[in-house]
T-cell receptor, first 114, second 116 residues
Framework: AQSVTQLDSHVSVSEGTPVLLRCNYSSSYSPSLFWYVQHPNKGLQLLLKYTSAATLVKGINGFEAEFKKSETSFHLTKPSAHMSDAAEYFCVVISNTNAGKSTFGDGTTLTVKP | GAVVSQHPSWVICKSGTSVKIECRSLDFQATTMFWYRQFPKQSLMLMATSNEGSKATYEQGVEKDKFLINHASLTLSTLTVTSAHPEDSSFYIC????????????FGSGTRLTVV
C-alpha cells in the first residue's frame, strides 16, 4: 500500500521569499517520488523526480526537493518565489511493485503575493 | 521528448449524447495509459488503466459502460463518455509513460467537459 499526504492545502508567500511545500509518503517498497505543477485548466507539468539516485533533486524553475527516508518526506522548496509560481502542486508516489499506479496527494495551492 | 497530446481541450455537449476524448503519445510508445478525472479544486482521481490490445482496468466505483476506454494502438487511447449527464461535467486528464518509475508520467493538457 502507498499513500501521500500533503500537509498544507494552501500556502501563501510574498514574492521573493522562500517557498516550502510539504509532502510525506508511505510505501511498502522503495518508491519513486515526483512533484507536478498544474496551472488553472491545464494539464500537469513535471517539476522534478526522485528515483533512488541523489537524495537532493533539482528541478525546473529553481525548485528542488530532498528525499528523507528516515522522515518519509519529500518536501518541495524554492529560495525565492515568483508571481508565476502561483499554481496547484501535487506530490505523487509510484511504487515499483504497484503496476505503475500513481498515488496523488490532495494538492497544495500556492499563492504568491506581490 | 515524451509529449502527450490530448484532444479536444474543451467540449460542450447536450445531455444524452456521447463524447470522445483522445490521448496520444507523440514521440514514444505507451503500452499503458491512465485516465483521470479532476473535480474543481481537488486532486486527480484515477478512473482506469488503459492497456494496449486488451480491456481497460477500471477503478472501483467507475462505471465501465459509461466511460468506454479503447487503447487501439501503442500511441492512442480514447475515452468515450456515453449518454452524458450534467454530473459528468469535469476535467478529464490522461497520462502515459515509457517507464513510470524512472520517468514518471507525462500528462495531456486535459479536456474540460461541460454537459448541458
Amino acid at each position: 500500500a502507498q499513500s501521500v499526504t500533503q500537509l498544507d492545502s494552501h500556502v501563501s508567500v510574498s514574492e521573493g521569499t522562500p517557498v516550502l511545500l510539504r509532502c510525506n509518503y508511505s510505501s511498502s517498497y522503495s518508491p519513486s517520488l515526483f512533484w507536478y505543477v498544474q496551472h488553472p485548466n491545464k494539464g500537469l507539468q513535471l517539476l522534478l523526480k526522485y528515483t533512488s539516485a541523489a537524495t537532493l533533486v533539482k528541478g525546473i524553475n529553481g525548485f528542488e526537493a530532498e528525499f528523507k527516508k528516515s522522515e518519509t518526506s519529500f518536501h518541495l522548496t524554492k529560495p525565492s518565489a515568483h508571481m508565476s509560481d502561483a499554481a496547484e502542486y501535487f506530490c505523487v508516489v509510484i511504487s515499483n511493485t504497484n503496476a505503475g499506479k500513481s498515488t496523488f496527494g490532495d494538492g497544495t495551492t500556492l499563492t504568491v503575493k506581490p | 521528448g515524451a509529449v502527450v497530446s490530448q484532444h479536444p481541450s474543451w467540449v460542450i455537449c447536450k445531455s444524452g449524447t456521447s463524447v470522445k476524448i483522445e490521448c496520444r503519445s507523440l514521440d514514444f510508445q505507451a503500452t499503458t495509459m491512465f485516465w483521470y478525472r479532476q473535480f474543481p479544486k481537488q486532486s486527480l482521481m484515477l478512473m482506469a488503466t488503459s492497456n494496449e490490445g486488451s480491456k481497460a482496468t477500471y477503478e472501483q466505483g467507475v462505471e465501465k459502460d459509461k466511460f468506454l476506454i479503447n487503447h487501439a494502438s501503442l500511441t492512442l487511447s480514447t475515452l468515450t463518455v456515453t449518454s452524458a449527464h450534467p454530473e459528468d461535467s469535469s476535467f478529464y486528464i490522461c497520462s502515459a509513460s515509457r517507464d513510470e518509475t524512472n520517468y514518471g508520467y507525462t500528462f495531456g493538457s486535459g479536456t474540460r467537459l461541460t454537459v448541458v
